[in-house]
């Protein structure tokens, strides 16, 4: 598959079979939850599946294009800076949702919160075709069909929302539980949130090169943003790869 | 147009106004809100902080005018007040009561909200969010960017490295002086038992402030020198990202404030490490410090990721990885560090935060939270930080051996991949704060052996000094840079040795919280950066000012400190073997401590003084005539083989690496060539 | 050779720094006596680590010093120095054998942990409690005492909580520190081998008052201890009886110093970490839900023994810790001492 990289529609399809992909996988770690529990298992699948976010809808074989020969001022050049910079801010970032992990596994341990399980594969899905809809828009625009991305970008904007709809509109309203009730609450809040808000900061993203791009500020060859933006998108997606299982899950309810 | 001069005195006067109005205005604020007029407010730390804070921004104003930095200042109070209302306003409406007059008015959710907008409108006033918002608009943003002349162009954003180099190094001297005055005032409190000129809490408050302002004086101090230096150092015009770069720089500002404010807002009790229980159980000042560290990180992490950018993608043509000088090697070896632990303090301190706020019991044991978490989060950062501070350091002493031993670097692969190794065993060694905090006692042996492994590769470094003083040339007169790097070698020696006794868990659990680790880590941190970052601020003063500092006063200074030094460290050492507890305002007389402590107070007033002399120095320099534009060390390093002070734009050609950095002594080797003399030639 | 004379006035002066600098450190008597058996394992290695610190001072400061004395610029002599860029092995030499220190170094230390933490299943056990800012100690038999005293040459078995923050136990004399974790009960065994008095420290910064949260504990010999136990379960037992009978202010008051009601309450009516008790009995307490009651037995009974049930307006919920260790007897000797404050 990783021939086809310039062909666009060969691109889309790429998209398509990882999104499938992607929905086979979760569809068997929730199996996995429901008959035996096997933690081996889920957090084996879950890096499977962040490590399909990670080549194909992040591309991040990309940092090794390193173009040593560019001029310092050429585009390509600075997009290659831009996007190590880009990536080594995720690295960072992957450490705040790491030790999220951990404080969870300290203090809940194989145990988890009284969570309504089916709500949390409905958000999942949200994301996960949000992020179909993000690889998609990347595509477009690296096409060069500016409507195509713009009605993409909107599509995953939507989806975007849906999901923090999801999480704190009907999660943190359903709960039986509140903040200050036990560690355990505090913890599903505090993942919950900090993911939240980095979807909201998403969607801000998102706005901002959705507004831009029909603007005609992009275009197929110059348009980093658009892919920072949509690896933004991707690694908030992984995060949830993780916290899905974390939470919803592993473990035995509480 | 006005000289100088006359806006100084101009700057002075608004500074004093502004204490007295400040002050005033405490005092009138509290009168209206308790509604009787006590004269004891003029006592209270509050109004003098207020006081404090107006008078610096009146000293701005009539330094520069409102421009840049004032503007900041001033757009954080506004900021502030705002966020605070906003939570007043949402409380007001949910039904709650919206103000809290037990905590200086606002609720804590207030503060806390008010902290964190007036710190994004601190950016924005000052104008680091400028180019920013234009991209999000789309329009056109310019990579060249135009200083104003003058000392002006420091109070406002560039996008220059060597100016933000300047300003943050400045910053740090500035916080160095604020967290050694904190230190100062406790230290007079614990030059006799009994309690006498502080409080419990003042105590508390101001020895965890200075922990705190002291680190973050480090963390902005390496900021500055890794700035300043590294682009030069490896032939680049800038860092990779010049915006981002200022923006690192301008969060800094309004994240001291934040943690200064602290002292004003109650203060708080728990020493810099914050742990909880009693971090949730302490007063207002608490919640100020934890955002004024958060915010503080991501000065931090941002740096880091541009020097790690900058040094991958603008090497000049040549500059192999083992080409490189040292420092880079130093600078990109913290910056690893920086850029991934730092997130870990802050995501603990946020926990504690909300636990504050909302009542999220994560540390609450009644509710199934953990108290020893917390502290395996924090030392997560809070151990590798440890060499985040000292790896520059180390860094600008390898760099500088050569040049005054006239000899090569002895090892420099060895010493380059020692930093490497010093970085990622520092990952692995967090738990040795812990030995004895009731964590799983299976785990202290484990940490027990990688917390000694790092002896090996500090030992490397060690050894290598020497090798190249070895048979050198040693320059005829120490200069003064010369004296802070064999200062820094021979301090940093004595806290990394007394490294291990720390390390096994048996004697660690007689050491720990005692004052021996006040001396382990005091000499560690002065030897691996106060001394030499001081060496490196003698070292490339000429470059950035084109003027050298007075060798009499560098070598009073060096001799005034050094032997003070001693005495403070290695009398901690021995009173905290003896019996003395660190973190204790009062101390047991039977224990006959009370000359000790006076030779460490006074000791600690001489640094204070070697500290003065290197200011007025600074002062009386600048002012004065003598110029050093030519290479004045004799270095091969490209920095020193263009005029002082540097350029605006670093090279005017393009360079290209031929030769190995430190080739001393080899007839006719050169480290670098400017590319397009050499086809003129 | 020039080179060989070099090495061996370095090698000899390094012998001599490194003896001169351990004798010195002993010289300064940096160690308090020690009161444990345990102490003497740690001793033992401390002896070792100031060995390895001299020895370790003296194989850079030597080398340093006497480069800085010989390899100097003569007068007006401006060259460089020989172009030596590394030396492979001699790097290698002085990696290995650090670190095969470092590793011996481990062994040595995890054996040695071992032989502190050695167990004697006879030992006796007492109960620790540390509070802001106070330490008590539970004996098994059913009393209480604020100072610990323990038998010489026995081992005892300290199960140590703590009732709000950390704190940490600290007998300088005993060498070994442990902290008291909330929701935690820690361990820390102690064979006392030097009849005397000393002091337990907390080592762990707990609030405003840490300085002064210390008690004395008292290691005596079997005999006397063995009176001091039974002098104690005997005072227990009378106190018991009194209180049951009559409630007595005045035992109140000393009740208000030893469990520590001191460092929170005031009786002049100032304001502390707790409310005063100053005028409290019977006059109307507002509460942190908005209503407010009348101070009388039950509710100041029901405040010592469970002080989370109702919480005063103003101050911080879980401040105060749970006294429900007081027997009813004493905790009616508070309360006729609370009366008494008009
Ligand atoms: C710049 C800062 C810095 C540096 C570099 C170090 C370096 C080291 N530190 Fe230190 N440390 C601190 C700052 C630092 N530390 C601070 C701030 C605290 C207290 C925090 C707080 O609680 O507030 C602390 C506390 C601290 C503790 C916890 C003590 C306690 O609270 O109980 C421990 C325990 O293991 C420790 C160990 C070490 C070791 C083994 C090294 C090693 O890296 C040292 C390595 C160097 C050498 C050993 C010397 C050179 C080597 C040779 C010449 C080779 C041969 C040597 C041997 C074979 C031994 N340190
Ligand atoms: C780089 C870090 C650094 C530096 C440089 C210092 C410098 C000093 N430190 Fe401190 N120290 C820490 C980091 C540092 N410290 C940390 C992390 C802690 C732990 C805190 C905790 O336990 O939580 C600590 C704790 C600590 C203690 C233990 C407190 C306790 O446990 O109760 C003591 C006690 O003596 C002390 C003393 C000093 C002294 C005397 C100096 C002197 O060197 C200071 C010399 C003075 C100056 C450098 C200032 C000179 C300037 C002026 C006089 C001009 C002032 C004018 C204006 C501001 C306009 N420090
Ligand atoms: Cu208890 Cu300090
Ligand atoms: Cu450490």
Redesign the pocket.
């Known amino acids: 598959m990783s021939g086809n990289h310039n062909n666009p529609s060969d691109q889309l399809n790429q998209g398509l079979v990882i999104f499938i992909l992607l929905g086979f996988l979760t569809f068997v770690e929730y199996m996995i939850a429901i008959w035996n529990q096997n933690l081996l298992l889920l957090s084996v699948v879950a890096t499977i599946k962040a490590g399909l976010v990670l080549y194909y809808y992040m591309h991040i074989y990309k940092l090794g294009n390193i173009d040593e020969g560019g001029s310092h001022h050429s585009l390509a050049w600075k997009t290659t800076t831009n996007r190590l910079g880009f990536w080594l801010f995720i690295l960072s970032d992957a450490f705040l949702f790491a030790g999220l992990l951990t404080t969870r596994f300290n203090l809940l341990g194989l145990t988890r919160p009284h969570l309504d399980q089916q709500l949390g594969l409905i958000v999942t899905a949200v994301l996960l075709i949000s992020s179909f809809f993000m690889n998609r828009a990347e595509t477009q625009m690296k096409a060069g069909d500016t409507k195509g991305f713009a009605l993409s970008t909107i599509i995953t904007l939507v989806l975007g929302i849906g999901f923090v709809a999801g999480v704190v509109g009907v999660e943190w309203q359903e709960a039986p539980f509140g903040v200050a009730d036990s560690a355990a609450s505090g913890v599903f809040f505090m993942m919950t949130g900090m993911h939240a808000f980095h979807v909201l900061t998403g969607v801000i993203f998102l706005g901002i090169i959705l507004r831009n791009g029909m603007k005609g500020v992009y275009s197929a060859e110059n348009c980093w943003p658009v892919e920072a933006a949509t690896v933004y998108w991707h690694f908030v997606d992984v995060v949830w790869i993780f916290f899905y299982p974390a939470l919803y899950l592993i473990g035995i309810m509480a | 147009m006005k000289s100088p001069e006359v806006k100084f005195s101009k700057a002075i006067a608004l500074f004093l106004g502004g204490q007295v109005v400040g002050l005033l205005l405490g005092v009138l604020i509290q009168t209206a809100l308790a509604g009787v007029y006590n004269g004891a407010y003029f006592k209270d730390i509050a109004s003098w902080l207020l006081g404090v804070l107006l008078a610096l921004l009146g000293f701005f104003y009539g330094l520069i005018g409102y421009y840049g930095l004032v503007k900041g200042l001033v757009w954080q109070v506004l900021g502030t007040i705002a966020g605070g209302l906003l939570v007043s306003a949402i409380r007001f409406l949910m039904g709650l009561e919206p103000f809290d007059l037990a905590k200086f008015g606002f609720t804590e959710g207030g503060w806390v909200a008010g902290a964190l907008i007036g710190a994004i409108a601190f950016l924005a006033g000052v104008g680091a969010l400028t180019d920013w918002f234009k991209w999000a608009k789309g329009e056109k943003t310019f990579d060249h960017h135009q200083d104003p002349e003058g000392f002006i162009k420091y109070f406002g954003v560039s996008l220059d490295h060597k100016v933000i180099g300047i300003q943050y190094t400045v910053t740090s001297l500035f916080l160095?002086?604020?967290?050694?005055?904190f230190?100062?005032i406790f230290?007079l409190e614990?030059s006799q038992t009994g309690l006498e000129i502080l409080s419990l809490q003042m105590y508390n408050s101001l020895?965890?402030l200075?922990?705190m302002v002291?680190?973050v004086s480090?963390l902005v101090g390496i900021a500055g020198v890794i700035n300043y230096l590294v682009p030069m150092l490896i032939g680049a015009q800038d860092m990779a990202f010049p915006r981002l770069n200022a923006f690192s720089f301008w969060i800094a500002i309004p994240a001291a404030i934040l943690l200064l404010s602290s002292l004003a807002l109650g203060g708080f009790d728990t020493?810099?490490?914050g742990y909880p229980p009693l971090s949730v159980r302490a007063p207002l000042g608490m919640s100020m410090f934890f955002v004024g560290i958060w915010v503080a990180g991501w000065s931090s992490i941002l740096g880091a990721l541009n020097l790690i950018v900058t040094v991958l993608r603008m090497r000049a043509e040549g500059m192999t990885a083992f080409r490189m000088p040292i420092f880079v090697w130093a600078a990109t070896a913290t910056s690893i560090i920086s850029l991934t632990a730092t997130q870990m303090i802050g995501l603990a301190f946020q926990l504690v935060l909300f636990q504050r706020l909302l009542g999220m019991p994560f540390f609450d044991a009644a509710k199934g939270g953990n108290p020893v978490l917390f502290q395996h989060l924090f030392w997560f950062y809070s151990h590798p930080v440890v060499y985040v501070f000292i790896l520059p350091g180390l860094g600008v002493i390898s760099e500088l051996l050569p040049v005054f031993a006239r000899k090569p670097l002895f090892g420099y692969k060895w010493i380059a991949m020692s930093s490497l190794g010093i970085a990622l065993v520092g990952f692995l060694v967090w738990a040795h704060h812990m030995f004895s905090s009731g964590m799983n006692e299976y785990l202290r042996v484990p940490f027990m052996y990688s917390t000694l492994l790092v002896a090996v590769p500090t030992g490397v470094k060690f050894f290598s000094w020497v090798a190249t003083l070895w048979q050198g040339r040693i320059t005829r007169e120490l200069a003064t840079p010369m004296l802070f790097v064999l200062g820094g070698i021979v301090v940093f020696l004595l806290g990394g040795l007394t490294g291990p006794p720390n390390a096994t868990v048996s004697t660690d659990l007689h050491l720990t919280d005692t004052y021996f680790i006040?001396g382990h880590?005091?000499d560690t941190?002065?030897g691996g950066?106060?001394f030499p970052f001081f060496a490196a601020l003698y070292y490339w003063f000429p470059k950035a000012t084109g003027k050298r500092l007075n060798e009499k006063l560098g070598k009073l200074h060096f001799w005034l400190m050094t032997p003070s030094f001693f005495v403070?460290t290695l009398f901690m050492m021995r009173v905290g073997l003896l019996g003395m507890r660190?973190?204790?305002a009062d101390y047991d007389p039977a224990l006959s401590f009370d000359p000790w402590h006076l030779a460490?107070t006074i000791s600690?007033y001489l640094?204070?003084l070697s500290?003065?002399v290197f200011i007025w120095n600074i002062i009386k320099t600048v002012k004065g005539e003598q110029n050093a534009t030519g290479n004045i060390w004799k270095s091969r390093s490209p920095e020193w083989l263009v005029p002082s002070p540097m350029p605006p734009h670093n090279y005017d050609q393009p360079l290209k690496v031929v030769g190995e950095p430190y080739d001393y002594g080899l007839e006719g080797s050169k480290y670098i060539e400017f590319v397009n003399k050499e086809e003129h030639e | 050779m020039q080179n060989k004379k070099h090495f061996i006035i370095i090698g000899i002066l390094i012998l001599v720094v490194s003896v001169v600098t351990y004798y010195g450190i002993l010289a300064l008597n940096l160690l308090p006596v020690a009161a444990a058996v345990q102490s003497q394992p740690i001793d033992w290695l401390f002896d070792l680590e100031f060995k390895l610190i001299s020895f370790f001072f003296a194989v850079i400061m030597v080398p340093l010093v006497y480069s800085l004395i010989f390899f100097r610029q003569k007068e007006g002599d401006d060259s460089d120095g020989p172009h030596v860029e590394g030396h492979t092995k001699l790097e290698l030499v002085w990696t290995a054998i650090p670190l095969i220190i470092v590793i011996a170094l481990g062994i040595i230390g995890a054996e040695n942990l071992k032989q502190v933490l050695a167990v004697d299943p006879q030992a006796a056990q007492v109960k620790v409690v540390g509070y802001q800012w106070g330490w008590r100690f539970e004996y098994p038999e059913g009393f209480t005492s604020t100072k610990l005293y323990l038998p010489v040459d026995k081992q005892v078995l300290l199960k140590m909580e703590s009732l709000d923050v950390i704190h940490s136990f600290w007998v300088p004399e005993f060498r070994i520190k442990q902290d008291l974790v909330p929701g935690q009960i820690t361990e820390y065994r102690i064979t006392p081998s030097l009849i005397g008095e000393y002091k337990v420290r907390c080592a762990e910064i707990c609030g405003n008052e840490h300085a002064y949260m210390e008690s004395p504990v008292v290691v005596v010999s079997q005999e006397d201890y063995v009176a001091w136990h039974d002098e104690q379960l005997r005072l227990a037992k009378e106190a018991e009886l009194a209180s049951a009978g009559k409630p007595d202010a005045g035992r109140g008051q000393a009740l208000y110093v030893e469990s520590g009601c001191k460092a929170c309450h005031s009786v002049d009516g100032s304001k502390g970490v707790g409310p005063t008790w100053k005028a409290l009995y019977m006059s109307s307490v507002p509460l942190a839900d908005g209503t407010s009651v009348t101070a009388d037995e039950a509710f100041l009974a029901e405040s010592i023994l469970n002080p989370s049930a109702k919480v005063v307006a103003g101050y911080n919920a879980n401040a105060m810790p749970s006294f429900s260790y007081l027997k009813e007897g004493q905790v009616n000797d508070i309360i006729e001492y609370i009366k008494s404050l008009k």
């Open positions: 160095l002086m604020v967290g050694g005055l230190a100062l230290r614990l020895m965890s200075h922990g002291m680190i480090i020493g810099w490490t006040v880590f005091h941190m002065f950066y106060i403070l660190r973190r204790i460490m600690a640094i204070a500290v003065l």
